[in-house]
Antibody
Framework: QVQLVESGGGVVQPGRSLRLSCTVSGFIFNTYAMHWVRQAPGKGLEWVAVISYDGTSKYYADSVKGRFTISRDNSKNTLFLQMNSLRAEDTAVYYC????????????WGQGTLVTVSS | DIQMTQSPSTLSASVGDRVTITCRASQSISRWLAWYQQKPGKAPKLLMYEASNLEGGVPSRFSGSGSGTEFSLTISSLQPDDFATYYCQQYRTYPYTFGQGAKLEIK
């Protein structure tokens, strides 16, 4: 069955960096675009970034552009989110999500990993 | 960016009720709209895509409609498992955007 498992979350000081991973199984990873979506505590969903199936195209939310980098290793069925210059407002649960047939909606999600930016 | 606005933000209803949640886009998104259900502490679950296509395994009491800028999600007869928060999401263009959510509570 399809599984997405995020890891790498934790507590980090403002201005520091963190890298999230999302390891997938149960589907052919290198044929799907993948996304990161986040949710601040008690708030709604915010789309963060997308990467094409082959890693050649990437798009970001304005709120993270220039600070976050999405990447993937298709040989390891793993999606990454490198987060630099973290701010308090980046505190959230980060979900990775599969893009159904590169259509733009998310048919499978991970369980999420919590990132807390605090001094 | 395309703004998505849901209404109501909170809705109280009883088991067996018919409820409708609306979602308005700040510009036309054709039918590039998805609906998700989220329960506390859990990841969102896809319910509907392209405004009215039911995702596999989702009960038929859920239905969606609309195009352009006005959309709706209807639950024909509420079940206990349906009390959750619902989000719409446009995928017409980047950045993808979600509505603020509609929390469905037990009356």
């Amino acid at each position: 069955q399809v599984q997405l498992v995020e890891s790498g979350g934790g507590v980090v000081q403002p201005g520091r960096s963190l890298r999230l991973s999302c390891t997938v199984s149960g589907f052919i990873f290198n044929t799907y675009a993948m996304h990161w979506v986040r949710q601040a505590p008690g708030k709604g969903l915010e789309w963060v970034a997308v990467i094409s199936y082959d890693g050649t195209s990437k798009y970001y939310a304005d709120s993270v552009k220039g600070r976050f980098t999405i990447s993937r290793d298709n040989s390891k069925n793993t999606l990454f989110l490198q987060m630099n210059s973290l701010r308090a407002e980046d505190t959230a649960v980060y979900y990775c999500a599969r893009d159904q047939l590169t259509a733009g909606y998310f048919d499978y999600w991970g369980q999420g990993t919590l990132v807390t930016v605090s001094s | 960016d395309i703004q998505m606005t849901q209404s109501p933000s909170t809705l109280s209803a009883s088991v067996g009720d018919r409820v409708t949640i609306t979602c308005r886009a700040s510009q036309s998104i054709s039918r590039w709209l998805a609906w998700y259900q989220q329960k506390p502490g859990k990841a969102p679950k896809l319910l509907m895509y392209e405004a009215s296509n039911l995702e596999g395994g989702v009960p038929s009491r859920f239905s969606g409609s609309g195009s352009g800028t006005e959309f709706s999600l209807t639950i024909s007869s509420l079940q206990p498992d349906d009390f959750a928060t619902y989000y719409c999401q446009q995928y017409r263009t980047y950045p993808y955007t979600f509505g603020q959510g509609a929390k469905l509570e037990i009356k």
